[in-house]
């Protein structure tokens, strides 16, 4: 038995050895730590260890073993800043598919028409339909507000005279007057879009006239007319 006590005694002593070469393997190596640097109340902090509060503020990550400068972190974005960052994203997707719909358009213009006047032929119904829907506000209007008229002047009337105003026709008052306001409403929409369909036919127009390279005196700018 006494021949194998060193023997014993060596084998002990590595086991006893063993967990702090582990710790020794698992322990982070120094040359890995780094430096967090960030600004904070206008003045520079800098630490070894990152607090939440400085979590979203912009900072550099030095090498505690070089004093090189390894990363860098932006601040977090605000709720504003993330909201016009998508807004101006968006703009950008829309100006491209802006851009894509006008060369398919300019494309589609070339191939389906030989002249302006095949161009002008495709706006006349546009415009013959507009136009109606104008004079027949116009004509609405003018009847409510002779309608209205006389029923206000058989109201005054009454009411001069000493007699009451009544309710049926207080009623139909206020009826041709909402009809009115309403129709008047439609007019001035039928009017802006004849301003707007004007406009389009111009411009396309124009851009046809870009598009073959053709150089017409006169025809810059000028107002289409049905038919024409």
Not at 128 to 141: H, K
Not at 171 to 189: A, F, G, M, P, V
């Amino acid at each position: 038995m006494t021949p194998n006590l060193p023997k014993l005694a060596i084998v002990l002593v590595a086991l006893c050895a063993l967990p702090g070469h582990a710790q020794q393997r698992n322990a982070p190596a120094a040359g890995n730590k780094k430096l967090y640097c960030w600004d904070q109340n206008g003045q520079r902090v800098c630490a070894d260890a990152l607090p939440a509060e400085a979590m979203q503020n912009a900072r550099e990550e030095i090498s505690m073993r070089s004093g090189m400068r390894t990363g860098q972190v932006q601040r977090a974005l605000t709720d504003e800043e993330r909201a016009g960052q998508a807004e101006e994203e968006a703009r950008r997707r829309t100006e491209a598919l802006a851009e894509e719909t006008r060369r398919r358009t300019d494309q589609a213009i070339l191939t389906l028409f030989q002249d302006e006047d095949e161009l002008k032929r495709v706006f006349t119904e546009r415009v013959t339909l507009v136009d109606n829907s104008i004079g027949t506000a116009r004509y609405n209007v003018a009847s409510l507000r002779d309608g209205l008229v006389v029923l206000l002047r058989t109201a005054g009337e009454r009411e001069l005279s000493g007699k009451p105003v009544p309710d049926k026709l207080a009623d139909d008052i206020r009826q041709r007057h909402q009809q009115l306001l309403y129709h008047k409403y439609l007019q001035r929409s039928f009017e802006q879009q004849r301003v707007a369909l004007t406009q389009e036919i111009d411009e396309t127009l124009q851009r046809y006239r870009e598009l073959r390279g053709a150089d017409q005196p006169g025809a810059r700018g000028a107002v289409f007319q049905p038919g024409g």
